[in-house]
Nanobody, 119 residues
């Protein structure tokens, strides 16, 4: 009932920037929390950033604080991840996830978008 499609990934040199987008369809996400995760080859999936349904209380992994910014546009049913000062360590497949802020609520995931950072 919720479909998510990430876009905006690609190849960028270290120090560059990318903006990822995650567009949702099937249901309005006004009352959903949204987040970004990433998984690099040979590593576990890790939390990157999250934002609550109202657009407040943004949270970030320590590794991206000061460089990444999460935002959402409920009118467009879209969540964004602005990534600045990219490092080779940021290379991964980035996934968006949404869920209602209730215990036991269903999580919805996108297919992921590849981010490659060259040194």
């Amino acid at each position: 009932q919720v479909q998510l499609v990430e876009s905006g990934g690609g190849l960028v040199q270290a120090g560059g920037s990318l903006r990822l987008s995650c567009a949702a369809s099937g249901r309005t996400l006004r009352n959903y929390d949204m987040g970004w995760f990433r998984q690099a080859p040979g590593k576990e999936r890790e939390f990157v950033a999250a934002i609550n349904w109202s657009g407040g209380s943004p949270r970030y992994a320590d590794s991206v604080k000061g460089r990444f910014t999460i935002s959402r546009d409920n009118a467009k049913n879209t969540v964004y991840l602005q990534m600045n000062s990219l490092e080779p360590e940021d290379a991964a497949v980035y996934y968006c996830c949404v869920r209602r802020p209730l215990a036991g609520s269903t999580e919805y995931w996108g297919q992921g978008t590849q981010v490659t950072v060259s040194s």
